[in-house]
């Protein structure tokens, strides 16, 4: 079994519905799901017309690859309605491996760690209250060492969803 860190996002529909959805897919289909992070609304990234999102993170163990992983998320995306519109876009689900173990990947359709977690605060924040200590393959760095440097940054760019899960 290997650990594994999902980040979930949705900004259409149901939002909060769409995301405890996609972590019963995830831990019927992918995933013994550990641990579940709060649930934060934040400003969209990227292209920011659009509707605000609610992000988590799930972290878990799995036996299957990352590629078989990604499949499973793309599936899951798909069930729940996502739809393939243009990078950044609105989407009912986004499913992102963040970490798979301490591999490295850099494949034309996976790239892990995350290309982008360390500059999201949306995915930072959620992350460091389940994992504040694990450490960046690449750069040694702390998820809380990150949170840290983005924080004081985007502190408005994001709230606790009160509801949760």
Known sequence: MVDVYIGVGSNLGDRLSNCKKAIKELSRNALKILKVSTVYESKPWGV??????????????????PYELLGRLKGIESTLGR?????WGP?????????????IINGKELIVPH????????????????????RHPLTGKTVLEYLNDVEKENQDEL???????
């Open 48 to 65: 920011t017309e659009q509707p605000a999102f609610l992000n988590l993170v799930v972290y878990g163990q799995t036996k299957l690859t």
């Open 83 to 87: 739809e393939e519109t243009y990078r």
């Open 91 to 103: 989407r009912v689900i986004d499913l992102d491996i963040l970490f798979y173990g301490d591999q």
């Open 115 to 134: 290309p982008y977690l360390t500059e999201r605060i949306f995915v930072l924040k959620p992350l460091s209250e389940i994992a504040p200590e694990l």
């Open 159 to 165: 709230k606790p969803l009160k509801e949760g899960l």
